[in-house]
C-alpha cells in the first residue's frame, strides 16, 4: 500500500513522501495514529493544503522535543530492586518501569518512546536511548541497585557483584589457612 507521510518516521522516509509499505503497518500503525494518509489523488490534494500547518506543527513537536532532551540530558535515573549475590534481579526493569521513574522525577515520556530492547535483568549502570521525535533521541543512565547507597556507590564506579561490595570481605585476602586447620589429623574411617 502507498501512503503520504506525515511526519518523518525513522528508516521510512520524510513528511511528504510517497512511500510503499506492507499493508499492516500501514492499516495497523501509520494511519490510526494519522502518521500516514493513504496515497490518492484526494489525500494528495488534501495534503498539499495542509502541508504548512504539518510542517509547523512537526517543528513545534520538534521543539519541545529538543526541550525535553536537553534537560534530560546526561542524567542519571536510580531505580532500586532486589537482586541476588552475584546482581541478577529477581525481576527485571522494563520500559514501563523507567517510565514511571521519568514521572516521579517530573517527565512525561510514553512507554513507545523508551528503546529498550529487552528488560534490564542485572543491576549496574545502563544506558537507555528515548526517542522523544522522529529527529530527536537522547541518551539516559538508568542506575538499577539494591538501595540508595550501593547506587551511589555503583555511581563512583564500584562494581557491586564482589564479596568484598556485598559483604565488605576482601576475597584476595582469603586464605585457605583461615577456613581449615591443616595440621588437623584426617579421621580414618577403620577407628
Known amino acids: 500500500m502507498e501512503v503520504i507521510l506525515l511526519e ?12 510503499k509499505v ?10 490510526p495514529l494519522g502518521k500516514a494518509l493513504r496515497a490518492n489523488a484526494s489525500n494528495k490534494a488534501r495534503f498539499e493544503a495542509e502541508r504548512s500547518t504539518l510542517e509547523a506543527r512537526n517543528l513545534e513537536r520538534k521543539s519541545e522535543a529538543q526541550k525535553v532532551a536537553e534537560s534530560l540530558d546526561g542524567k542519571s535515573f536510580i531505580i532500586v530492586r532486589s537482586a541476588g549475590e552475584t546482581g541478577q534481579l529477581y525481576g527485571s526493569v522494563a520500559a514501563r518501569d523507567i517510565v514511571e521513574t521519568l514521572a516521579a522525577e517530573g517527565f512525561n515520556i510514553n512507554r513507545n518512546q523508551v528503546d529498550l530492547n529487552q528488560p534490564i535483568k542485572a543491576i549496574g549502570l545502563h544506558t537507555v536511548t528515548l526517542h522523544l521525535h522522529g529527529e530527536v533521541d537522547v541518551a ?29 570481605v576482601d576475597e ?11 595440621e588437623a589429623e584426617i579421621e580414618s574411617e577403620e577407628e
Open 172 to 182: 584476595d585476602a582469603l586464605k585457605p589457612e583461615d577456613f581449615f586447620n591443616p
Open 8 to 19: 518523518r518516521i525513522a528508516k521510512l522516509g520524510q513528511m511528504g513522501e510517497t512511500v
Open 22 to 31: 506492507r499493508d499492516g503497518f500501514a492499516r495497523n500503525y501509520l494511519l
Open 140 to 168: 539516559i543512565e538508568i542506575n538499577v541497585a539494591r538501595s540508595a547507597e550501593e547506587a551511589e556507590r555503583q555511581a563512583k564506579g564500584e562494581s557491586l557483584t564482589s564479596a568484598d561490595a556485598i559483604y565488605g
